[in-house]
């Protein structure tokens, strides 16, 4: 069996979750399967108490506060973030479209990579996701 290395955390997961949850969440495999489910419903439901909990005390005035905010200059930027989420099948594609991304910006194609607007940027998205994945435009 091929070990993959755990995934990072996100933002929201380090808010809600705790280290004493982790440890219990990494001993459910260890518990008899007859506990195992009912288990891991109780700690999805303590993880969704303190997400309720972290965005009612934070009031309406802070809760943009709550999470770390990131400026956006370019679709990259996201692009760059999702990386260390991506299993290395989706890293492979991924790596592809940003190279292409990045000669369209070096052939100074601002109008597909700087000015476009969401619309536009998700069509060509999806465009390259239909390239990578081996499918025809029209499908």
């Known amino acids: 069996m091929e070990k993959r290395p755990p995934l990072p955390m996100t933002q929201l997961d380090m808010l809600v979750t705790t280290r004493e949850l982790q440890m219990m969440k990494l001993m459910l495999p260890y518990l008899p399967s007859s506990y195992r489910g009912m288990l ?39 692009m760059e ?42 069509d060509m998205m999806n465009m390259f996701d239909n390239i990578l994945k081996g499918k025809k435009e029209n499908e």
């Open 40 to 78: 891991a419903v109780y700690f999805k439901f303590i993880e969704f108490q303190n997400t309720l909990r972290l965005f009612q005390s934070s009031g309406k005035d802070s809760s943009q506060d709550i999470m770390k905010s990131r400026d956006i200059h370019s679709p990259t930027d996201i």
């Open 81 to 122: 973030d999702l990386r260390p989420f991506l299993n290395p099948g989706d890293m492979e594609s991924f790596d592809m479209m940003m190279n292409t991304m990045n000669m369209m910006k070096g052939m100074n194609m601002s109008d597909f990579t700087g000015s476009a607007d969401t619309a536009e940027m998700s």
